[in-house]
C-alpha cells in the first residue's frame, strides 16, 4: 500500500529566504506526482505536476524535483513571500491506479 | 473558465439527518472524487468514478452513498449512518487513463460540514 510522508509538517522562515519541502513515497511505481497548495478553509490549487518520465518541473518561483528510485521529491521555493504562506500537500498515482494518495502536507509560514 | 463548483459552501446536518452535496464540473473529465479532510489526518477518498454510471468505494465509504448520471455530476449524499460527518469536503476530476496531455487532478473549493 502507498504511503506518502511531507516533511516536516510545519515550517516557518523569514520573507526573502529559500526553501525546500520534502515528500517521500514508499512504491517508487508511480505514473505521476502532484504538488498543490491549501490556504486556509480553501480547496486544493494545482501547483506542478510531474510525470514519472520526467526529473523536474518549474512553475515561476516553484521547482519540483522527483527521484522515483529513492522514492523523493522536493518542493524548491525561491525568494519566499508571506503570500507564499498556505499548506502544501503532495500526492502521488501509483501505476495501474487512478486515485491519488495524499500526504499530511507542510504548514508554511513566510514572516515578513 | 473551466472548473469545479462544489454547493453549498457551508452546511449543517442534524442528527439523523441525510444531506447531499452537489459537485459539478465542465472540464469534460471522465473521472471524478470525493475526499474527506480532517484537521491532522490529511485527505482521504470516501468514492470516485471513472465513467457515467459507474463507482467504486474508496477507503472509508461506510456511511456515504453516490450516483453518477451525468458526466459532469458526482454528488455526495451523507447518510444518518456516517457517526461522524463533520469535516471538510472536496470534490477532484481528472481525465481517466494514460495519457500525454494528463494535467492531473482538480479541485473545488470545498464543502464544511458541521452536525448540530
Known amino acids: 500500500k502507498q504511503e506518502v510522508t511531507q516533511i516536516p509538517a510545519a515550517l516557518s522562515v523569514p520573507e526573502g529566504e529559500n526553501l525546500v519541502l520534502n515528500c517521500s513515497f514508499t512504491?517508487?511505481?508511480?505514473?505521476?506526482l502532484q504538488w498543490f497548495r491549501q490556504d486556509p478553509g480553501k480547496g486544493l490549487t494545482s501547483l506542478l505536476l510531474?510525470?514519472?518520465?520526467?526529473r523536474e518541473q518549474t512553475s515561476g518561483r516553484l521547482n519540483a524535483s522527483l527521484d522515483k528510485s529513492s522514492g523523493r521529491s522536493t518542493l524548491y521555493i525561491a525568494a519566499s513571500q508571506p503570500g507564499d504562506s498556505a499548506t502544501y500537500l503532495c500526492?502521488?498515482?501509483?501505476?495501474?491506479?487512478?486515485?491519488?494518495?495524499f500526504g499530511q502536507g507542510t504548514r508554511l509560514t513566510i514572516n515578513p | 473558465d473551466g472548473g469545479i463548483t462544489q454547493s453549498p459552501k457551508y452546511l449543517f446536518r442534524k442528527e439523523g439527518q441525510n444531506v447531499t452535496l452537489s459537485c459539478e464540473q465542465n472540464l469534460n473529465h471522465d473521472a471524478m472524487y470525493w475526499y474527506r479532510q480532517d484537521p491532522g489526518q490529511g485527505l482521504r477518498l470516501i468514492y470516485y468514478s471513472q465513467i457515467v454510471n459507474d463507482f467504486q468505494k474508496g477507503d472509508i465509504a461506510e456511511g456515504y452513498s453516490v450516483s453518477r448520471e451525468k458526466k459532469e455530476s458526482f454528488p455526495l449524499t451523507v447518510t444518518s449512518a456516517q457517526k461522524n460527518p463533520t469535516a471538510f469536503y472536496l470534490c477532484?476530476?481528472?481525465?481517466?487513463?494514460?495519457?500525454?496531455?494528463?494535467?492531473?487532478?482538480?479541485f473545488g473549493s470545498g464543502t464544511r460540514l458541521t452536525v448540530v
Open positions: 512504491d517508487s511505481a508511480i505514473y505521476n
Open positions: 500526492a502521488v498515482r501509483g501505476q495501474g491506479a487512478q486515485k491519488l494518495v
Open positions: 477532484a476530476s481528472s481525465i481517466f487513463g494514460y495519457t500525454q496531455t494528463d494535467y492531473g487532478y482538480t
Open positions: 510531474i510525470q514519472s518520465s520526467q
